[in-house]
């Protein structure tokens, strides 16, 4: 069986914009204690799996192009830190399209699922800072770590290492 945390990118992992701002956004800024408790959650025996609403897709705000590229040099800079990340999912709808994988909809984890299903849900959580995370992972009952948000508040991903 494999455990998994399920991460939120932006705002979790690496610095959040306005929608707008996105455009002009070429190179992730990795948040403060981001790399610290990523190490820590590899050492304890989890994968790292990225869930992200990527609706800038398709609202028009960025170009996949702008999006592969943008994760290319992430997850670079993660590998540089030693830090491997097993998959990411994102959801390149409009928000008014009405897809089952938008957060808080949980079809992210449910692909993660059916591509991995030695996934255990019960020895895995999900971490981000927003209440669309937070309600993604109640539906399939996830352990959640909300950044800045919720009953099991953190302040940035290395405070992990001494709840986990
Ligand atoms: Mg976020
Ligand atoms: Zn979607």
């Known amino acids: 069986m494999m455990k998994v945390a399920f991460l ?15 455009i002009r956004i070429q190179d992730p800024e990795i948040l403060p204690g981001a790399i610290h408790g990523m190490k820590y959650l590899k050492e304890k ?10 609706y800038i897709i ?8 702008q999006y592969h590229e ?10 540089e ?6 998959d990411v999912f994102y959801c390149p709808h409009a ?9 808080p909809r949980n079809g992210l984890i449910k692909q993660a699922i059916r591509k991995y299903p030695e996934i255990n849900l019960k020895e895995s959580f ?19 770590w909300g950044i800045g948000i919720g009953k099991q ?12």
């Not at 705002?11 to 929608?19: A, H, L, S």
């Not at 943008?70 to 590998?79: D, G, Q, S, T």
């Open 126 to 144: 999900m971490c981000g800072d927003s209440l669309s995370d937070m309600k993604c992972a109640e539906s399939v009952g996830l352990n959640f």
């Open 95 to 103: 928000r008014d399209e009405q897809c089952n994988c938008c957060k």
């Open 70 to 79: 943008f994760n290319r040099k992430l997850l670079a800079l993660l590998i």
């Open 153 to 164: 508040r953190i302040s940035d991903l290395s405070d992990l290492c001494n709840l986990i």
């Open 8 to 22: 939120d990118r932006d705002g979790t992992i690496n610095r959040d914009y306005p929608d707008d701002i996105w």
């Open 45 to 54: 025996g989890y994968e790292i799996i990225i869930v992200t609403n990527q």
């Open 81 to 86: 830190n030693d830090i491997s990340i097993l």
């Open 58 to 65: 398709g609202e028009g705000i960025i170009s996949i192009e």
